[in-house]
């Protein structure tokens, strides 16, 4: 008889069960994201998944370390509701809108609480989270030639090239403890498909010691699409949640369209505390799920 | 300048479309960059390759996206690739001849500020950050500014490098190992500009229709050097006019509109 020994590696970090679990969102969230944890929930302005951020503001997770390149509204609400201690990101704006207002009365007057920020461009995170995905300890590039946060924030580094002597910047692999992102489909197996504007969502799942995945829809299977789609096997996967609308006011290539009235919109919500916290009481604490269904309702795209 | 039948906006956008040329592979950043990109599309550069952060490659939006991920973009591009690859192979790659930025801050080397107004740790304000402009102002063969002038925005000494243009001017480029262009156009509301060929500070070329020298001081907050030989912008086309107006009224439309079910409501 011979046995095959188990080798110590990185790999040992990853948390996967063998295949995805299809669960509720409630299920999912609580089973994945833990206090002081480190959670990027990507999307690159399309995919936002927000029906996950809603779900984590209502279970109330602490002192999470959010990553994100561009926060956008879900990470403002997120920071104002209290359960940030630190972001890492690389643009902490309104996407074509203006400013962060959560976001920024934290970093200047430590409202709710006090925010601790990392702060990149978005060639670095870019490059971070595909060091992740790619199990490499940090990221090279070409990059901050110039530029002051490399003087502010002590992970961007230089190295030189050993081949050529070039100095190059090189900043930590993204290794996130749990990622949420939302995707167009799953099949009944769990494998996940993602198109459109796919942004780093791919680098954040496979970066990640957990991923969650919130789908449109669930079909019988994924024969006959295009070969080179981006699908995630259901293994790379730990959880998939149904939630049709999850990523309102973003939007899901194919199926719906971004809300721009709602992102204009929150220039005033978050302009005021108070405000927001109407806001977020009625349509977040209050809320479920299920409500996402009928925020794209009149947003869908005609089949 | 009243009486004359564009606004200093429409002339800013309309003179930046006027630099880009057919052949250019441009990295597009949101606001009045992307609305002189795709003027220039619409009216004299028709196969311009345009591209926003989001990976979308060779796009025609029908209307000027809101952000740079909207579904538009994506839907008219000739091919959309992930976030990496984006800043790895294509700009980093030295696929880009045009990065067209705009600025919080500017001075008078193209430095730009979009991170803080204040100290970094204590800020007065806190802006949005670099985003992709950091590397879009080294790895792009050269870049364009646009910007509407103010004493607030032009300023002697910007508070943070979020994006380095010509530095100290001179040669700092070279001297941190930077081999692209920089900075080598400025489009304000009231002027376009170049860097002078061995200081690098920012000299006014010509000024819009209606325009004086006073005008341009008045709205920047160092001491504006003018060309000797300083030129007229001219005015805009009908074309160009009537291209830049009936898409920000596209754009305009598409973006206040709510959905159906509010309206129903």
């Known amino acids: ?303 | 300048m009243t009486s004359l039948p564009f606004t200093p906006d429409e002339m800013m956008t309309i003179a930046a479309s006027r630099a880009l040329k057919n052949s250019d592979v441009c990295f597009v950043g949101i606001g009045a960059p992307s609305a002189a990109c795709n003027v220039a599309r619409l009216t004299h550069a028709p196969d311009i390759t345009l591209i926003y952060e989001s990976g979308t490659i060779g796009t025609q939006p029908d209307v000027l996206p809101l952000s740079i991920g909207d579904g538009e973009l994506c839907e008219t591009a000739l091919t959309t690739v992930p976030v990496p690859e984006m800043f790895r192979y294509w700009l980093q790659g030295g696929r880009i001849t045009i990065g067209f930025l705009g600025a919080a801050q500017l001075d008078k080397f193209g430095n730009i500020n979009t991170t803080v107004i204040g100290d970094y740790a204590k800020p007065k304000t806190r802006l949005p950050g670099g985003g992709g402009a950091p590397e879009i102002a080294t790895s792009s063969h050269q870049v364009y500014i646009t910007m509407k002038q103010s004493l607030r925005s032009m300023v002697e000494k910007i508070d943070f490098y979020t994006s380095f243009g010509h530095g100290d001017g001179g040669d700092h480029r070279r001297r941190l190992g930077i081999d692209s262009a920089g900075p080598t156009l400025l489009i304000t509301d009231l002027a376009i500009w170049t860097p002078h060929p061995q200081t690098k500070e920012f000299t006014v070329q010509a000024l819009h229709p209606g325009v004086s020298r006073e005008d341009v001081q008045k709205n920047c907050g160092w001491k504006v050097s003018f060309a000797a030989a300083l030129e007229t912008t001219p005015a805009p086309t009908e074309l160009e006019l009537t291209t830049l107006r009936d898409l920000q009224a596209r754009t305009k439309a598409a973006h206040r509109r709510i959905s159906r079910k509010e309206e129903a409501a």
């Open chain 1, 1 to 303: 008889m011979y046995r095959i020994e188990n080798f110590c590696s990185q790999y040992e970090l990853l948390e996967r069960s063998t295949v995805a679990k299809f669960q509720s969102l409630q299920e999912a969230v609580a089973e994945n994201l833990r206090d002081g944890d480190r959670a990027a929930f990507e999307g690159f302005t399309h995919l936002i998944p927000t029906a996950a951020v809603h779900e984590a503001i209502r279970q109330k997770q602490k002192d999470l370390t959010l990553i994100r390149m561009t926060p956008d509204l879900v990470y403002d609400q997120m920071i104002g509701m209290g359960l940030v201690k630190k972001a890492i990101f690389s643009y902490a704006g309104n996407p074509g809108v203006g400013l962060l207002r959560r976001l920024r009365d934290a970093v200047e007057n430590g409202w709710p609480q006090p925010l601790d920020i990392e702060e990149h461009s978005h060639a670095a995170m870019a490059n971070a989270y595909e060091a992740g995905a790619a199990g490499l300890p940090c990221a090279v590039f070409r990059g901050y030639r110039g530029a002051e946060l490399a003087k502010v924030n002590p992970n961007i580094k230089f190295i030189e090239c050993p081949f050529t002597g070039e100095r190059l910047a090189a900043v930590p692999a993204i290794r996130p403890d749990v990622a949420f992102i939302h995707a167009q489909k799953a099949d009944r197996k769990g494998n996940v498909l993602v198109e459109g504007i796919i942004g780093i969502q791919k680098e954040a799942v496979l970066a990640a010691k957990r991923a969650v995945v919130t789908v449109e829809e669930v079909v019988e299977d994924f024969n006959g699409l295009h070969p080179n789609l981006t699908v995630l096997p259901s293994w790379t996967i730990t959880s998939i949640a149904v939630v049709p609308g999850g990523s309102h006011p973003s939007y899901t290539h194919g199926y719906y369209e971004r809300d721009n009235a709602s992102y204009l919109e929150w220039d005033e919500i978050a302009a005021d505390r108070q405000l927001f916290l109407d806001w977020m009481e009625a349509n977040v604490v209050k809320s479920s799920p299920e409500a996402f269904a009928a925020r794209v309702e009149g947003l869908r795209i005609a089949a």
